[in-house]
């Protein structure tokens, strides 16, 4: 018998460890492959298909590629780990180091082959519904023919062969360190009693009550910049929630006399001090990877689903228009609208001035007291009222959190030509009145009379006049849209000009489809990473869990005590990182619903529960698997 035979036998001896392994590597594949057929489809090469769309693309695939790198190094790792005592016994029985590392080489090459083939075999009957997929959600007039691009399966099978080779001869490496006696020492080394430190456990709580903090108060404007110091509190915590916090908690139930010598608590609690501290590392990252998905997901699904509620609020106006458009009079827009049946439900047409504000290199728009005040009626609030060289300063742009605010009185000085204006700006707005044009974010609210001496002072080009229009039904606009853009464009002039909540809704669903279509797989690969983590660790306490069901048995304990004894264990190290992914998933999704004005919590369960199903069948899967392992060793041994 050679090494290679001998490798085989092996990989079918440790079927059971290395199916997880085995079918994480193969959805690896799976979607390296399906991502690597879309870019080189010839559409791709035509430019048929968005260029923002084969960007996230190709960011995905280099994502996958690294994630399969550092998973594959990560198991191979964990399996020699679980196998040391195996290695201590041949080297006992006379074989040298050099022909273990072949015979890891070997098997870890086997599995990684089959995975490849397997996971091309299903990218390949897979495509055309991957294919399908794409085209419904970039909504394409003619789906994505089948193909079977040929760099796609070389780039993939070469790839992940190489990265399987490099990581398997890189393991030779730790077996080398590894003497005889350090192998059969570990097994039967005490561990030390885990400790925890109260200051750490304090900084734990700070750090997630910080980041939680930060997540909760989070607005439109300040959301970029909370996101790292939020990301790097949640690492922090996190990490000493597992090694310290858990700890810590387990020390205080002991302490409960009432509650420790309560059925099988002593035991149960005891076990479970050991395992969270062994774990702690494994629990976190399978924490972070769950928090990654339940987030992504939800966040993705919620800006999905939500695009057309964001677009009409984003958009106060169904069509905006700001200044003249070429060729055509507001009378005859509106004889285009009635030729195409579409109802005009409003109309509103306010005119602006665009003046420099002395000292600053911004321009803002004077709007009348009149006008405004009429917008305001609309929208229930109370009228402002102005005296002469008094003004009220609008922030228009929806993202100042307070929707008013008396501001110390300050001196506001505007240039129109080369006189100058100054005004007392008394109190400040936060509103969304139009559409995002360039003159409307910063509106000065000024009395009617002044306006008008404005105005006459005015140059032509700094006048204009905002066309605003509501419809019946925005949606049915969509051609009328579409073709006043094209008229500018080929004019020459700026397409900001036309702003409507149809543009703005399909600008929301190009950006938010690829970015669930992307969040949907990826979510999915980390999880089935989090579950295998589990799993490997698990496996990894096999030895040790069936001596320790020897003992309680010994101790007169009934099997079918110890098996629900073992069985909560699992349960916890399995269930405790989803609670934690959860609360983060749930701080996470509120930041990023500013947009929405409120968190969309039912998008949000729904993503929870379709997670906590899947994880709870990896569970299942892994604790029958597992405790039949645990029964045949005990049965064995008896």
Not at 165 to 187: C, D, G, M, Q, Y
Not at 348 to 361: D, S
Not at 502 to 531: C, H, T
């Amino acid at each position: 018998m050679n090494l290679r035979n001998l490798a085989i036998k092996n990989a079918k001896f440790q079927f059971r460890s290395y199916l997880a392994y085995f079918i994480s590597c193969t959805f690896s594949v799976w979607m390296f492959y399906l991502y690597g057929s879309l870019l080189f489809h010839p559409m791709v090469t035509q430019k048929t298909l968005p260029n923002q769309f084969v960007s996230l693309m190709m960011v995905v695939e280099v994502m996958i590629g690294l994630f399969a790198c550092l998973f594959i190094g990560y198991s191979q790792s964990s399996f020699l780990r679980n196998r040391k005592r195996d290695l201590g016994l041949l080297q006992c029985l006379g074989m040298s180091v050099k022909h273990i590392t072949r015979l890891i080489f070997w098997e870890n090459m086997l599995v990684g082959s089959l995975a490849v083939g397997v996971g091309i075999l299903l990218g390949i009957v897979f495509s055309k519904l991957f294919f399908l997929a794409v085209s419904f959600i970039l909504d394409l007039a003619t789906p994505i023919p089948f193909v079977i691009p040929m760099p796609a399966i070389l780039l993939t099978g070469i790839g992940f062969l190489l990265v399987f080779s490099v990581l398997s001869w890189w393991s030779r490496f730790t077996i080398r360190k590894l003497s005889i006696a350090e192998l059969f020492r570990e097994s039967v080394q005490a561990k030390p009693t885990p400790t925890f430190a109260w200051w750490k456990v304090i900084v734990s709580l700070g750090c997630l009550g910080g980041a939680y903090y930060i997540a909760w108060t989070a607005d439109l404007a300040s959301l970029v910049q909370r996101i790292i110091p939020i990301f790097v509190l949640v690492l922090i915590g996190t990490h000493l929630f597992f090694t310290q916090l858990s700890v810590a908690v387990i020390s205080y139930m002991q302490k409960k006399k009432k509650l420790f010598y309560k059925g099988t608590n002593m035991m149960l609690l005891s076990q479970l001090r050991f395992r969270l501290k062994d774990n702690a590392r494994i629990l976190f990252i399978v924490s972070l990877l769950s928090s990654v998905v339940i987030s992504s997901v939800s966040v993705c699904l919620t800006y999905y689903f939500e695009a057309e509620k964001v677009a009409t609020d984003q958009s106060p106006y169904h069509l905006s228009i700001q200044g003249d458009l070429p060729n055509m009079s507001p009378a005859e827009l509106k004889s285009l609208f009635k030729k195409e049946k579409i109802q005009v439900t409003e109309e509103v047409h306010i005119p602006l001035i665009a003046v420099q504000v002395k000292g600053e290199k911004r321009f803002v728009s004077a709007i009348s007291q009149k006008d405004i005040n009429r917008l305001l009626q609309k929208l229930g609030d109370p009228a402002i009222s102005l005296q002469k060289d008094q003004a009220v300063f609008v922030n228009a742009t929806g993202y100042t959190p307070d929707a008013e605010k008396t501001m110390a009185i300050r001196q506001m000085d505007v240039m129109m030509g080369k006189v100058n204006y100054s005004f007392k700006v008394e109190k400040e707005l936060s509103r969304k009145f139009f559409n995002e044009h360039k003159g409307t974010h910063f509106l000065l609210v000024l009395h009617d009379t002044q306006f008008r001496e404005l105005q006459a002072q005015a140059k032509k080009e700094e006048l204009s006049i905002l066309h605003n229009y509501r419809f019946d039904d925005w949606k049915q606009a969509d051609q009328i849209v579409m073709d006043l853009d094209q008229q500018i464009t080929k004019l020459g002039e700026d397409p900001y000009n036309v702003q409507s909540t149809y543009e703005l809704y399909i600008s929301l669903k190009g950006i938010f489809a690829p970015l669930m279509f992307v969040s949907l797989f990826i979510g999915i690969l980390f999880f089935l990473a989090a579950g295998s983590i589990l799993y490997f660790r698990i496996f990894t306490e096999l030895p040790n869990d069936a001596g320790q069901m020897m003992v309680l048995h010994k101790l007169g304990i009934r099997q079918k005590d110890a098996i629900r004894l073992m069985s909560t264990q699992i349960r916890l190290l399995f269930f405790i990182p989803f609670i934690v992914s959860v609360c983060h998933g749930m701080a996470a999704m509120n930041m990023f619903s500013t947009l929405f004005k409120k968190p969309v919590w039912d998008l949000f369960a729904m993503a929870v529960i379709g997670y906590l199903f899947v994880f709870g069948l990896y569970y299942l899967w892994t604790h029958r698997l597992y405790m039949a392992d645990v029964l045949k060793r005990v049965q064995k041994s008896s």
